[in-house]
């Protein structure tokens, strides 16, 4: 059961980045008014709004990328996942902390969840170990 469970945790994870592609990419408005990622204290002044931008789209596609594909491991009984999903939590939380505006309003708007749950992931993963899912 638990192998079910984190398999389909972590595939529902990877799609939300897609979300985050979305309003990125400006195909979507999460909620009206947000401009996530404009005005990344890394990468704004330095960039431009429209690499932030695309940067920032290709960030998401490819955390997206990675926590499917450590789903799929789960689901395919494959002792990789572990490792692609660690790579893919801390590259998630990285980029999400990076797209930051420096802003504590509307925090959970701009990724604060997501970076709770990348952390969580990783607690999990390499410091507690869990789950293990016998192979």
Partial sequence: MWQIVTGVFLVLHGLVHLLYLGQSARLFELQPGMVWPDGSWAFSKLLGYEANRILASVSMILAAIGFVAGGIGVFATQGWWRSVVAGSAAFSA?????????QVQMLANKGGIGLLINLAILIALLVVRWPRLGF
Avoid: A, H, N, S
């Fill in 94 to 102: 990285v980029v999400l902390i990076l797209f930051w505006d420096r």
